[in-house]
């Protein structure tokens, strides 16, 4: 009956993740989104990309004086999008776009 041919799972968190980046752009509100999407609080996220909760909170409020130089912070959010599955939407680059371009 065609169940073989599409997989419901496969297509949802897509959506989901579109719908995401619609409503909060390609930034740090967006990655707390998806986080709270996934079921992740910021110590289970902490632990699972071995990334300090205080940086990813400054990563996730783009409180970038929070944040240590940006060698570190390209690291530490490849880390991020990887665990959160999705990690090919240019979301590294844009964030370090901004990331360059704040004071300090």
Same mark, same amino acid.
């Given at each position: 009956?065609? +169940?073989? @041919? #599409?997989?419901? +799972?496969? $297509?949802?968190?897509? @959506?989901?993740?579109? *719908?995401?980046?619609?409503?909060?752009? $390609?930034?740090?509100? %967006?990655?707390?989104?998806? *986080? #709270?999407? &996934?079921?992740?609080? +910021? $110590? #289970?996220?902490?632990?699972?990309?071995?990334?300090?909760? &205080?940086?990813?909170?400054?990563?996730?409020?783009? @409180? %970038?004086?929070?944040?240590?130089?940006?060698? %570190?912070?390209?690291?530490?959010? *490849?880390?991020?999008? *990887?665990?959160? $599955?999705?990690? @090919?939407?240019?979301?590294?680059?844009?964030?370090?776009? &901004? %990331?360059? &371009?704040?004071?300090?």
């Amino acid at each position: 009956d065609g +169940l073989l @041919d #599409e997989d419901p +799972l496969e $297509d949802e968190p897509l @959506d989901d993740v579109e *719908r995401l980046l619609a409503t909060h752009g $390609d930034g740090g509100a %967006f990655l707390q989104a998806l *986080r #709270e999407h &996934r079921g992740l609080s +910021l $110590d #289970e996220l902490s632990r699972l990309t071995h990334v300090s909760s &205080r940086y990813l909170e400054a990563i996730e409020a783009e @409180d %970038f004086s929070a944040l240590p130089p940006a060698t %570190f912070v390209r690291g530490y959010l *490849r880390q991020v999008v *990887r665990v959160l $599955d999705v990690a @090919d939407r240019g979301l590294v680059e844009a964030f370090m776009e &901004r %990331f360059s &371009r704040s004071p300090g």
